[in-house]
Nanobody
Framework: QVQLVESGGGLVQAGGSLRLSCAPS????????MAWFRQAAGKEREFVAG????????YYADSVKGRFTISRDIDWNTVYLQMNSLKPEDTAVYYC?????????????????WGQGTQVTVSS
């Protein structure tokens, strides 16, 4: 069962920008942490960015720090990933995830709910 839906992926040239969105599909559920993961072809799924829903504190993977920004809109119950200065190595399927735990975890196993992913392709 898919409980989160991502949108906003696409094809962009290196140096360009994309904004991904993630919203619940169907019922709204409680969560403490929202995060973005990505999985490139032939690679493991890796943590990209996370945010605590309540106060908005964030954490980023070193590979995207300074280029990506995670944010949330409480009224619209939506989390975003603003991606700037995109590089070809950012090419991957990007997944939205939600955790009921209190820690801002980088571990895939700590997230209960997942979207089906949206493709981001950065051309050189």
């Amino acid at each position: 069962q898919v409980q989160l839906v991502e949108s906003g992926g696409g094809l962009v040239q290196a140096g360009g920008s994309l904004r991904l969105s993630c919203a619940p599909s169907g019922r709204t559920f409680s969560r403490n942490v929202m995060a973005w993961f990505r999985q490139a072809a032939g690679k493991e799924r890796e943590f990209v960015a996370g945010i605590r829903w309540s106060e908005g504190s964030t954490y980023y993977a070193d590979s995207v720090k300074g280029r990506f920004t995670i944010s949330r809109d409480i009224d619209w119950n939506t989390v975003y990933l603003q991606m700037n200065s995109l590089k070809p190595e950012d090419t991957a399927v990007y997944y939205c995830a939600a955790s009921l735990g209190g820690i801002l975890s980088t571990e895939r196993r700590d997230y209960r709910y997942w979207g089906q992913g949206t493709q981001v392709t950065v051309s050189s």
